[in-house]
């Protein structure tokens, strides 16, 4: 089965600086890989997605994550957070091949500071 | 664009009591979800639904029905509500055919039980 540890349940950081939310898989194969991001008072929204290819994935807002097989991490940055960052990041993975269920990790809260 | 409209938003119950949510979708998606959400823990799967009438467990389906009479609609049942139990309630809907893992989310429903 697979699963998903986020080892960091609050993380503050000040506007402008630099972002890393950690996120570490289980899986018997090289699962898929998503960052979600949940705003104040809304559901989940997609962030950026990993299937296979350049480690490296774009995401919305200037948000990228990188993909290490050899450390089974899914690691999310950004180069400079601004307060509207704030907000609970949640890592999920899903193994190839058998739709869309999604093990999620238990979330990150982030608080960005002035 | 879609959207997915969870009622009530907000549920007050008594304890023991049989409390049920009700999730529509107008994505057209086959695949639709519950799960709860408890602070510090993460999401969990309640119930999913692969297509119109349609039930598969997910990995904490005790205490819970589900149903799909209707593609559109997804409805979750907490057959008997425990005190002081509280916690969100998401609903999702996925493209099942695309394999892609990337669900989308209503805005939840919070369940508090007195």
């Not at chain 2, 119109?52 to 029905?65: I, M, P, T």
Request: hydrophobic content about 30%; some cysteine.
């Amino acid at each position: 089965a697979q699963s998903v540890t986020q080892p960091d349940a609050r993380v503050t950081v000040s506007e402008g600086a630099s972002l890393q939310l950690r996120c570490k898989y289980s899986s018997s194969v090289t699962p898929y890989l998503f960052w979600y991001v949940q705003y104040p008072r809304q559901g989940l929204q997609l962030l950026l997605k990993y299937y296979s290819g350049d480690p490296v994935v774009q995401g919305v807002n200037g948000f990228e994550a990188e993909f290490s097989k050899s450390n089974s991490s899914f690691h999310l940055r950004k180069a400079s957070v601004h307060w509207s960052d704030s907000a609970v990041y949640f890592c999920a993975v899903s193994k190839q091949g058998t739709g869309s269920k999604l093990s999620f990790g238990k979330g990150a809260k982030l608080t960005v500071s002035p | 664009g879609g959207i997915i409209t969870q009622t009530p938003k907000f549920l007050i119950g008594q304890e023991g009591q049989k409390l049920t949510l009700k999730c529509q979708q107008n994505f057209n998606h086959d695949t639709m979800y519950w799960y709860r959400q408890d602070s510090g823990k993460g999401l969990r799967l309640i119930y999913y639904s692969i297509t119109e009438n349609d039930l598969q467990k997910g990995d904490l389906s005790e205490g819970y029905d589900a149903s799909r009479e209707k593609k559109s609609s997804f409805s979750l049942t907490v057959t008997s509500a425990q005190k002081n139990e509280m916690a969100v309630f998401l609903c999702a809907s996925s493209i099942r055919t695309a394999n892609t893992g990337q669900l989308y989310f209503g805005e939840g429903s919070k369940l508090t039980v007195l």
